[in-house]
C-alpha cells in the first residue's frame, strides 16, 4: 500500500509545555504526517520540526493578507511562521462561527495564493443523513469550492470528508459510508477534471479503527482529532498510514 496521509488537529487544546512535549516525540518518531496546532505554537512547531517528515498546517485563517482585522491571522503570516498546510472550512468553523462556502473559497484562494495547502473540510449534519441529503450536501459544498478557484487550482488542494455526527463522538462512519461517500466524490472530481486530488476522512479516527479505513482504496488519509493530541495514538495512527 502507498504511503497515506495523516494530518492532526489539535483544536484548541494544549498549552506550551504539553505542545513542546508533544512535538518533540513526533519528531523523534519522524514519521510523514502534518499537524495542526493552535496558533500560538506553530512557529515553536516549525522550529522543532524542521528537516523532518512532519509538516506543520494551521488550523485557518484569514482570506486577506493584512489590515485592520482584529485578531486575525493571514496566509502571509502563516507562511512566514512555517506552515506549509491551513484547515479551511473545518465543521466547526462553519457551525460555531458562520462560515459559509462563500467564505471557505475565499480562504482556499488566499492559501494557495501564498503557497499553503488547503485541507477542505466537507461533511454532512446527522439530519441530513437522516434525511437522505449526506451526498447531496457534501457535493454542493465541494463543487461550490471547484467552481469557486476552478479546476487547475482545485488539484493543489486537500478534501477531507468529515461527517459532523462522527467528529468527536466516539462513533467514526462505517467503512461502507466512507466508501460510498468517497467514491461519490470521487466521481464529482473526475466530472470536473480534477483527478489527482486526495481525499481524507475525518470523524473519530483512533488507533484502533484507522488501519481498516486506511486501507479502504477510496481514502487517500486521515484527518484526526482528539487522538491527534496523545503521541502514542497519532504515532500509531502514521505507523497504520505507512
Ligand atoms: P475527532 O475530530 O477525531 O476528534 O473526531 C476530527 C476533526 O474534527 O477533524
Not at 518533540?24 to 518518531?29: I, T
Not at 466530472?191 to 477510496?218: E, F, I, R
Not at 487522538?227 to 497504520?240: E, G, K, Q, T
Request: aromatic share 4%.
Amino acid at each position: 500500500m502507498s504511503q497515506k496521509l495523516v494530518v492532526g488537529n489539535w483544536k484548541m487544546f494544549g498549552s506550551r509545555a504539553m505542545a513542546a512535549e508533544l512535538l518533540q516525540l513526533l519528531r523523534d518518531a519522524n514519521l510523514p504526517s502534518v499537524v495542526c496546532p493552535p496558533y500560538p505554537y506553530l512557529l515553536m512547531a516549525a522550529d522543532l520540526l524542521a528537516g523532518s517528515a512532519v509538516k506543520v498546517g494551521a488550523q485557518d485563517l484569514e482570506y486577506r493578507d493584512e489590515g485592520a482585522y482584529t485578531g486575525e491571522v493571514s496566509g502571509p503570516m502563516l507562511r512566514d511562521v512555517g506552515c506549509s498546510h491551513v484547515i479551511v472550512g473545518h465543521s466547526e468553523r462553519r457551525a460555531l462561527y458562520g462560515e459559509n462556502d462563500a467564505l471557505v473559497v475565499e480562504k482556499v484562494r488566499a492559501a494557495l495564493r501564498h503557497g499553503l495547502t488547503p485541507v477542505v473540510c466537507v461533511g454532512e449534519h446527522l439530519e441530513q443523513r437522516q434525511r437522505g441529503l449526506a451526498k447531496r450536501v457534501v457535493l454542493d459544498q465541494l463543487n461550490a469550492v471547484i467552481n469557486g478557484i476552478g479546476a487547475e487550482s482545485f488539484a493543489r488542494v486537500l478534501v477531507a470528508y468529515e461527517p459532523v455526527w462522527a467528529i468527536g463522538s466516539g462513533v467514526a462512519a462505517t467503512l461502507d459510508d466512507v466508501a460510498e461517500m468517497h467514491v461519490a466524490m470521487r466521481a464529482a472530481l473526475r466530472d470536473a477534471n480534477c483527478d489527482g486530488v486526495a481525499l481524507l476522512y475525518g470523524g473519530s479516527v483512533k488507533p484502533d479503527n484507522a488501519g481498516q479505513l486506511l486501507s479502504l482504496h477510496a481514502v487517500d488519509g486521515v484527518l484526526v482529532g482528539g487522538a491527534s493530541l496523545v503521541a502514542d495514538s497519532f504515532l500509531r495512527i502514521c505507523s497504520a498510514a505507512k
